[in-house]
Each structure stands twice: as C-alpha cells, then as structure tokens.
C-alpha cells in the first residue's frame, strides 16, 4: 500500500478521534510533509530508519526547527501503527521510529507589559512597514493576542464585530476545544490592547489576514529591538539571539545580515503562545484568582493555568498579598 492512500485513511481515522480539530489538522500537515518530500507513490515499506534519517536532514535544511521534526516524527510513528494493525506495514514501528515522547516541560518566559507594547511598536513603526512591504496590520493582531489571550488559531478566526467596545466584551471564536469557545468581559489593561487593535485591523472576510511566517517574524523583531523576557525564579534573558554554527552570539549589524552568514540561527525565540502566557500572567500578577484565569483564557480548569501559563516573579509576592488585604479592608468599609 502506498503513503499516500494509508494517509487517507489516517486522516480520517484522525478526524473522527477524540483530538481536538486543531490538533487534527496540524496532524495531517505533518504527514503531508512527509508525503511531500519522500514520494506520493513510494510504497510503505520505504518508511525505513535510514529513509527517515534523511527526510529528517532534509527538513533540517529546508529550516524545520528540532520541536517541529519531533511532533511530524511523533505523527509518523501514530501512521506507521495504525498501518501495521491494519497489515499494512510488517515492520517493527519501534525500530523505524523511536518512541519520541518527553515529560512536557512549560516555558516559564513571558512580557512585560512594556515589552509587549515595544514589540507591537516595532511591527507598528510606519517606516520599517513601507520598506519591507509588510502587511501593517501585523501589529494589530499582536496586540490583539496581548489583550485577549486568545490562541493564534483564534485570533485568526476573530471576525469584525466579536469585540463590542461599548459593552467591552469580546466573543473568542474556540479553535481547540469545543469548550474554547467563550464570550470574556473586557478588563481595562485588555481594552488598551484591544482598542489600539480595532482600529489598525486590515483584513476583510476576517479581522487580520494571514501571517504564516508569525513564528520567525516575531523572533526576529524580539532580537532587532533586544528585548527580554521574564524567566521564572531567574529573572531576565535576552531573547532571539542570533548565533554561529558553533553557538556564538552574532552581533553588530542588522539581524537580518547576520542571519545570512553560513550555519547563523536565532535561538531562544518568543513564540504567539509567549503572548498569550504574558496574558495570563499579568492577571496572576494583578491577582486575578487561577480559576478566573482559566474561564478568560478558556480552559475547562484552573489546572493549566498555575503549570503552563499563570506566572508571577517572587517579588509580586508582597504586591499580591496587598491586593488581597487591600480589597478585603475596603470591602470591610463599605459594609
């Protein structure tokens, strides 16, 4: 049996399973990627350890990151055991393909509200956006994901009218779960991001148009403006640093230019989810309880919030708890 036609099968296996649509797609377009580089026809007994080896060199050069070649490996292995249930592939799956998964480990990273504008400045900046060609509303959706916390596939969803300026609410269209989808009050810290968002949206059957280079674009605007992140317990790092093949870090000239050097990558990169983590973590900070988080961010329990996203550095500690007693003595005096 080809790849091809196990595909077809895979993907409606996948379809009808209990992940989420999301994850389904994202599924599909891994396998498509290796259905893209080894051959529609190619026989499943081609998916070798040696034939995977290289499609994995050849995902490395056409510059698939190592988290991006683990999930389409992990997606690999779910085909290659369905098709050896269903008699497809005589193989030991083990032998092919390794059992890839990890204990899940959160980043801990997340912006400042200062940083968060500095970054929505940086795709905002008239000049840099009339000389590149880009898309100005890029700095829209941004700033939306900075005061929603909606994933990335929601904020590609958003349509004109989900946010109500007047009542300041905001409809989230769920990507992920069909419990994501939510209707969230808007909080004045929100309604700064979002308002600045409404007015600079340039899409038109959605709010924002399509970016599917976020990922990198993002990276690279965080190392050319030297941003930081928080880290947990460990204070600041730099962020989207570009280094040498040996892991040095480049700098001197224009991000851009030191990327052209031979074996030059960014490292150390802020991704979409880091603006939604900063969402949730300023709340935290602000000392919005977890369980009120998770409703906004649109899980189905608080659990997510206090492992992945909701973080506080040590020093809001004090801050919170002043919050806490401050809003139970006024309560107290107006009783």
Not at 84 to 101: C, E, I, Q
Not at 110 to 118: I, L, Y
Not at 301 to 325: C, F, K, N, W
Request: one cysteine or more; aromatic letters at 6%.
């Amino acid at each position: 049996m080809s790849i091809e036609a196990h595909l077809d099968d895979f993907d409606a296996l996948v379809t009808r399973g209990k992940r989420s649509a999301e994850t389904a797609r994202m599924m599909i377009t891994h396998a498509k990627n290796l259905l893209r580089l080894i051959g529609d026809h190619a026989p499943m007994s081609d998916l070798t350890l040696v034939r995977l080896n290289e499609y994995v060199e050849e995902r490395e050069a056409e510059g698939a990151t190592p988290s991006t070649i683990a999930k389409e490996l992990s997606t690999v292995r779910g085909m290659l055991r369905v098709a050896r249930k269903k008699g497809y592939f005589s193989a030991s799956v083990d032998a092919v393909v390794p059992d890839l998964s990890t204990e899940y480990v959160p980043r801990k990273r997340w912006f400042t509200r200062d940083e968060a504008w500095r970054l929505i400045e940086h795709f905002a900046d008239r000049d840099r956006v009339e000389k590149t060609g880009e898309d100005r509303g890029r700095a829209a959706v941004v700033a939306f994901i900075f005061g929603s916390g909606a994933r990335w596939s929601e904020a590609m969803a958003a349509r004109d009218g989900d946010y109500d300026a007047r009542t300041k609410r905001l409809k989230i269209r769920g990507t992920k779960t069909e419990g994501a989808a939510r209707v969230i009050p808007v909080l004045p810290h929100m309604a700064a991001f979002l308002d600045w968002s409404m007015t600079r949206a340039t899409g038109k059957d959605s709010t924002f148009r399509r970016w599917d280079s976020v990922r990198r674009d993002v990276a690279i605007a965080a190392a050319s403006i030297g941003l930081h992140l928080n880290e947990g317990d460990d204070g600041k790092v730099v962020t989207s640093r570009v280094v040498d093949a040996k892991g040095k870090t480049l700098a001197g000239k224009p991000v851009n230019v030191l990327l052209k050097q031979d074996g030059a990558r960014l490292v150390d990169c802020p991704s979409p989810n880091d603006m939604r983590r900063s969402f949730c973590s300023w709340l935290v900070e602000d000392g919005v309880p977890h369980e009120l988080c998770a409703r906004l961010m649109g899980h189905s329990s608080p659990a997510m919030v206090g492992r992945v996203y909701g973080r506080s550095r040590p020093q809001t500690l004090e801050d919170l708890l002043s919050i806490h007693y401050g809003r139970r003595a006024s309560a107290l005096a107006a009783e």
